[in-house]
């Protein structure tokens, strides 16, 4: 599986952006996508998750109401829609698939196979 994001850049406070990340090769294997993030001198954290097959999504506490995360089957796409952006949202935004069910048990790093190259969002105060 394959993955390339597009969609970060700079905004200002309060701005918003939307990040897509598009999969190919053996997309039948997934069951979830999500994204992270990695500000620099920090781990990568959770931000968000979506089934491929349906249910609700999760979302860290952090951007619980300003994010949304949606997804395109056909397109074999996901979106995150990141509105009131904070500069503590600045970080490199990374798409990640994977092969297990979408429980909140199974959204840390080590249950995601599939990683995208990342892209940066820089958010200016």
């Known amino acids: 599986v394959q993955l390339v994001e597009s969609g970060g850049g700079l905004v200002q406070t309060g701005g918003s952006l939307r990040l897509s990340c598009a999969a190919s090769g053996r997309t039948f294997s997934i069951y979830k996508m999500g994204w992270f993030r990695q500000a620099p001198g920090k781990e990568r954290e959770f931000v968000a998750a979506?089934?491929?097959?349906?249910?609700?999504?999760i979302y860290a506490d952090s951007v619980k109401g300003r994010f949304t995360i949606s997804r395109d089957n056909a397109k074999n796409t996901v979106y995150l829609q990141m509105n009131s952006l904070k500069p503590e949202d600045t970080a490199i935004y990374y798409c990640?698939?994977?092969?297990?069910?979408?429980?909140?048990?199974?959204?840390?790093?080590?249950?995601?196979?599939?990683w995208g190259q990342g892209t940066q969002v820089t958010v200016s105060s």
């Open positions: 990640a698939a994977g092969q297990s069910v979408l429980q909140i048990t199974t959204v840390a790093y080590k249950y995601w196979g599939y």
């Open positions: 979506i089934s491929w097959t349906g249910g609700s999504p």
